[in-house]
C-alpha cells in the first residue's frame, strides 16, 4: 500500500496542477515559445554547497557539477523531463544531486532547447556526440526522468551506434530510467487504462506533445524521439522504474518485455499504486528509491 505522503501527494497533485485538455495547439505553441524564451535550467544555488558548478557550450548549456575537493569516481548524466516543454524542477535536482552523492559522481545536466520552439533534431545528436566525449575519459551513468528518461534512451542508443560504426570508442555503464516516455507513438498495449489510473498526466494531451518534440508525424517513430521502438541489443545494463499509476506504465512494462526478448539486462522495479517519477517526488517510497538506484550504481 502507498505510504501516506505517497496518498497526500496523489491527493494533492490533481488538484494544484489540474490537467486542462488543450483544445487550441497552436495558441499552446505560442504561450509555451513566449515562456521559455525568459527562462532557462539553471542549477540551484544550494548545489554549490557541495559541488564546484561550471558552464559548458555545446550550442546549449550543460552544467557541470564537480564535489568540492575535485576527486569523483565517475559521471553522472542526468537528463530531466517535463514534456520536453519545460525547464528543469527543484525535484529533479535534488533527486540528481543526491545520487551524484551517493555514488561519488561528477553531476551533468544538460539545459537542452525546450519544445515546442525546438525538436529533438536539436538536442540528441549534440547530446550524443558529447556523451560519447564523456565515455571516451570515463565511466558514465546516463540517467533520466519522464521525457528525459526516454531522451537518456535516445543518447544511449545514438552512443551505442557510434560505438558500433567506430565513432566513439565506449558507451555508458550503466542506464537509469525513471517513468521514461520512450515510446511516442502511444502504442504500447494498456496505454489508456494505465492513464485511467494515472491521477496526474492526461491522456488527451499526449500527443499535441509529442508532436511538438517529433516536429512531424513521420518523426515520431524515429528511434531518436521513440527509442523503445529501436534495436535494442548491445546496451548497457539499465534500471527502470515505474509505477502502476501512470500514464506510462503501459509503455515501460512493454519496454521492460522487449529488453527481456533481446537480451538487454533491465532491472524493471514496479511501484504499485505508485504515481509518475515517484523517485522524485515528496515521498517515502523515493527514500527506498535513492538507495537502490545507488547500489545499482555503485554495484
Not at 32 to 50: D, G, S, Y
Not at 90 to 108: D, H, M, N, P, S
Not at 167 to 188: E, F, M, N, V, Y
Request: hydrophobic share 45%; charged share 20%.
Amino acid at each position: 500500500m502507498p505510504s501516506l505522503t505517497h496518498r497526500i501527494v496523489a491527493f494533492a497533485l490533481p488538484r494544484l496542477n489540474p490537467a486542462v485538455v488543450i483544445t487550441d495547439p497552436e495558441r499552446l505553441r505560442a504561450s509555451l515559445v513566449a515562456k521559455n524564451r525568459t527562462r532557462q535550467t539553471t542549477p540551484p544555488a544550494w548545489l554549490a554547497k557541495h559541488f564546484d558548478v561550471t558552464v559548458e557550450d555545446i550550442g546549449f548549456p550543460v552544467y557541470v557539477a564537480t564535489p568540492r575537493g575535485g576527486s569523483f569516481a565517475r559521471t553522472l548524466v542526468h537528463l530531466h523531463g517535463g514534456s520536453f516543454t519545460a525547464t528543469a524542477h527543484v525535484r529533479q535536482w535534488k533527486f540528481a544531486a543526491a545520487l551524484a552523492r551517493r555514488t561519488a559522481a561528477r553531476l551533468v545536466v544538460p539545459a537542452y532547447p525546450l519544445a515546442p520552439e525546438h525538436t529533438w533534431r536539436d538536442s540528441v545528436p549534440a547530446l550524443t556526440a558529447y556523451v560519447a566525449g564523456l565515455c571516451a575519459d570515463g565511466e558514465v551513468v546516463l540517467s533520466g526522468d519522464s521525457a528525459g528518461g526516454g531522451m537518456a534512451l535516445a543518447v544511449a542508443l545514438g552512443v551505442r551506434d557510434l560505438v558500433r560504426s567506430g565513432g566513439a570508442t565506449a558507451q555508458p555503464t550503466k542506464l537509469i530510467l525513471i517513468a521514461p516516455w520512450a515510446d511516442l507513438t502511444r502504442s504500447a498495449p494498456g496505454t489508456e487504462e494505465a492513464a485511467e489510473r494515472d491521477p496526474w498526466l492526461s491522456i488527451e494531451n499526449h500527443d499535441t506533445y509529442a508532436l511538438f518534440w517529433a516536429g512531424s508525424e513521420a518523426d515520431l517513430v524515429r528511434t531518436e524521439v521513440s527509442p523503445a521502438l529501436g534495436d535494442l541489443t548491445d546496451l548497457p545494463p539499465a534500471m527502470l522504474l515505474c509505477g502502476t499509476h501512470d500514464m506510462l506504465y503501459a509503455g515501460a512494462e512493454a519496454l521492460a518485455a522487449r529488453a527481456a526478448a533481446v537480451g538487454w539486462p533491465v532491472v524493471f522495479e514496479v511501484g504499485h499504486g505508485l504515481l509518475h517519477v515517484y523517485p522524485i517526488l515528496p515521498v517515502t517510497e523515493a527514500r527506498g528509491a535513492l538507495k537502490r538506484l545507488a547500489a545499482f550504481v555503485n554495484g
